[in-house]
């Protein structure tokens, strides 16, 4: 008899995609924990990048303590780890192609004049633009952008976890694609990689989801269909806070590994506090195996766990 193996109907690749700006704690775990579950649940397979492209927010040594402390809880690249410090020719094309296509535009507003318009930027440098050697940052002009895609606006998000959402992308609203201090932009880069990875679903954390439409046109600006993604619940202190490397959430310890993943299941409501405690005794691999059989995406609860 021939072996049979299961194929999902469309391959499935999903992702990590941590920033190393600290060890990994519940939070950043509970995030890698549904990413994994979720393309183990479907055969797929589950890819770690490291987003190492921002140096004054990165911490010396982080992204070797959050690769081992991820291989200590199970959780293993199923190829070779990209580090995006390594991929600054890749994000420089992109860059060339949107300015050669007339797509971006460059902008030296100062610090304390954004600050004034609050959130929304208003186009102040799409006519007039910067003097040719002044320090400026670029934007993506979203206008032309929908206006080369032939769309009005994006088509609704179908959330995997919130379900269809109408979120607002104003196209006055250009995004910065590479900073002014001459840093690439985390929505570029991010877009660029998970084009070249081929990943086709991101589970993430809901505070993120405010990047999404951004990262969306830039997908089919760069004539790409972008990922399925699920934005899972953010985990936060008793006080609402959002777990956070910046909120100085405490570091996981590779030593409780089953304790922490267990937990982490928990928070994901994949058992109950009475199963926990039996759980945990069991191998990393057992409790993988166990969470993978539970998982349900579309059961996850839609408002922050506290942790
Ligand atoms: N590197 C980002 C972060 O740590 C996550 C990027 C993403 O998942 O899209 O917040
Ligand atoms: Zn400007």
Request: contains cysteine.
């Amino acid at each position: 008899m021939p072996t049979i193996i299961r194929q999902p109907a469309t391959p499935y690749v999903g992702r990590f995609a941590p920033s190393p700006s600290g060890p990994l704690h519940m939070g950043s775990l509970v995030c890698a924990l549904a990413s994994y579950l979720d393309a183990r649940a479907n055969n797929g397979q589950w890819l770690v990048r490291i987003e190492d492209i921002d140096p004054p927010r990165e911490q010396a040594g982080a992204h070797s303590l959050i690769l081992e402390s991820l291989a200590k809880h199970g959780l293993e690249s199923d190829q070779r780890v990209l580090f995006q410090s390594q991929r600054h020719d890749a994000y420089s094309a992109t860059l060339n192609t949107l300015a050669q296509r007339q797509l971006s535009y460059r902008c030296n507003c100062t610090r304390a004049r954004l600050k004034q318009l609050e959130s929304l930027y208003d186009q102040h440098c799409l006519s007039l633009a910067p003097p040719p050697n002044s320090l400026s940052a670029i934007r993506l002009n979203q206008q032309a952008a929908l206006l080369s895609l032939d769309k009005p606006t994006l088509d609704p998000l179908i959330d995997g976890v919130l379900g269809p959402l109408q979120l607002p992308l104003d196209p006055h609203d250009d995004f910065v694609i590479h900073r002014k201090d001459g840093l690439f932009a985390y929505q570029l880069a991010v877009v660029v990689d998970d084009i070249e990875q081929g990943i086709t679903h991101v589970v993430r954390g809901a505070d993120l989801l405010s990047t999404t439409n951004k990262q969306r046109l830039l997908f089919f600006t760069l004539g790409s269909s972008p990922p399925h993604y699920s934005h899972i619940p953010l985990v936060t202190d008793s006080r609402g806070h959002k777990l956070s490397k910046q909120n100085h959430a405490p570091a996981i310890q590779s030593t409780e590994a089953t304790a922490n993943l267990t937990f982490a299941c928990e928070l994901l409501g994949l058992c109950n506090n009475k199963e926990r405690t039996t759980l945990q005794h069991k191998s990393v691999t057992t409790i993988l195996q166990w969470a993978t059989g539970k998982w349900d995406i579309r059961a996850l609860p839609t408002h922050p766990i506290i942790g």
